[in-house]
C-alpha cells in the first residue's frame, strides 16, 4: 500500500480530521480503555494528521501514565483519535480506524498487543 489521504471523524461530525498515511497493519489492545471501546488502532506522526474541525468541542481524558491525551467528543463521546509523545519527544497520533471514512478494517492484517500487562 501507498500512503493515502484519509478523512476522519466522530460520529456526530463535530470532530473531524484529515490523516496521511500508509495503512498495511494496525493493533488492538487489552488495556482497561481501549478493551472497553474496541479500537483498533495505528499511529502517525504528528505532522500526517490535521484537525479540521472541533478543537473546542473536545474533552480530555488521561490514565495510568497519563502521557497519551484521550481527546473524545463532548456531544457525542467517540475518540476517534489520541495524542502523545515519544520517548524521543516526537508527536504521535493514534488513529482509530473505525472513525475513518471510506476505509474497511477486513482490509488489513490486525495483532493482537497486551497492554494490560504494560
Known sequence: MTAKTYFGSCQCGTVSYEVVL????????NCSRCRRLGWTITFVPGEAFTLLSGQDDLAEFRFNSKTIRHLFCRHCGIESFAEARGEDGTETVAINLGCLDDFDLRDIEIRSV?????
Open 22 to 29: 500508509d495503512i498495511g497493519s494496525a493493533i488492538t489492545c
Open 114 to 118: 497486551d497492554g494490560a500487562s504494560m
